[in-house]
């Protein structure tokens, strides 16, 4: 059933479809009245450990594990028992505790805003990952990927590998049409040549770390009341870049299609630009727009320190932010005496 948070200027669904196997889900995400995320999840992670052998994807279609939702207070590690299946997927709290999403909303401090934090875990057999979104009162959200567990007993599982976590969000910035993908380069030091770059057909794309590559997701027949577009700005935060075995890129820009949730994708992320392409040349400039972005975590084990029995929880997020969606900074977001502007 799962349930809605309204709290920091955000209005937020959430649920965890039983049965789905890819983990939490978010929709319908307004800031202040005004849609900015119809859906975002994060179905499936694709997991190569060096030297080829094994390969897994975890989370939907199940080429690995599916994610099992797990009671809130299970430990970080497969223990039998200790880590219960949640029984529903509405809100955990004492009166339910079978429920498999928390909700946690933070008042603001004197350097944070107001914040509404929706999480729950996820059971991959060993592994545990968490799925968490941050909502903030500054108009920002994290979608963030937490991993924890503990390694495989085989030789092989316990050497290093790379978790590439993909995540599908279906933007609709002040509504679905007329949206579209532009990319942000700094190609060098010289005043004129940052700029933002539209992106026109479906495709995936990568980031150049000494050009600042970033995205935003603007509505082309949306300004706000100084006449700029409004916008969403997706910030990587990867630790590394594509592998080039499971993983190709950084983002992928599709046309919006319902039926493209990751479980056509196997063991390579390269259904995403092969059959979830809509045909050759296919526009995405002023459409109903999808990106997929991976959020890349190279994990170099500790088997023999900090990881001998579990993996303490580790987290990364993809930072997402308002880029002249509002008409000017947002006021009264943080708990100072006096107000901060």
Not at 126 to 143: L, T, V
Not at 254 to 260: A, E, H, K, P, V
Not at 297 to 312: A, F, K, M, S, V
Request: proline share 7%.
């Amino acid at each position: 059933m799962g349930g809605t948070v309204n709290f920091a200027d955000w209005t937020v669904d959430w649920s965890i479809p039983m049965g789905w196997g890819g983990g939490l889900v978010i929709s319908q995400a307004r800031f202040r009245n005004t849609m900015v995320l119809w859906r975002g999840t994060q179905p499936f992670v694709l997991v190569p450990y060096h030297g080829g052998s094994p390969m897994f994807k975890d989370g939907i279609n199940n080429l690995g594990a599916p994610f099992t939702p797990v009671r809130p207070y299970s430990a970080n590690a497969f223990q039998g028992t200790t880590t219960p299946p949640s029984t529903n997927d509405n809100q955990w709290h004492p009166g339910n505790p079978g429920g498999g999403v928390v909700v946690e909303l933070e008042p603001a401090t004197m350097l944070e805003p107001a914040t509404a934090i929706i999480w729950a875990k996820m059971q991959c057999v060993n592994y545990q990952y968490i799925h968490r979104w941050e909502f903030r009162a500054d108009g920002s959200f994290e979608a963030g990927v937490g991993l924890g567990g503990h390694l495989w007993t085989t030789a092989a599982a316990t050497s290093n590998h790379v978790h590439s976590f993909y995540f599908r969000l279906d933007f609709d910035v002040v509504g679905f049409a007329n949206n579209a993908v532009q990319e942000f380069s700094h190609p060098n030091n010289t005043a004129s040549s940052d700029g933002w770059t539209t992106l026109t057909i479906e495709g995936k794309r990568t980031v150049v770390a000494s050009q600042a590559t970033k995205w935003r997701i603007v509505n082309k027949a949306a300004t706000n009341a100084n006449g700029m577009l409004r916008s969403y700005e997706l910030t990587p935060a990867s630790d590394m870049g594509p592998d080039h075995v499971a993983s190709s890129a950084d983002l992928w820009v599709l046309r919006y299609d319902g039926s493209q949730d990751g479980a056509a994708v196997g063991r390579t992320d390269a259904a995403l630009d092969t059959t979830y392409l809509h045909g050759p040349g296919t526009v995405v400039d002023g459409a109903d727009v999808v990106v997929w972005a991976c959020l890349r975590h190279h994990h170099q084990t500790r088997q023999q320190g900090e990881e001998t029995i579990t993996l303490p929880y580790e987290f990364m997020h993809l930072h997402v932010e308002p880029r002249d969606f509002l008409g000017g900074t947002p006021t009264g977001i943080y708990a100072t005496n006096p107000p901060s502007p």
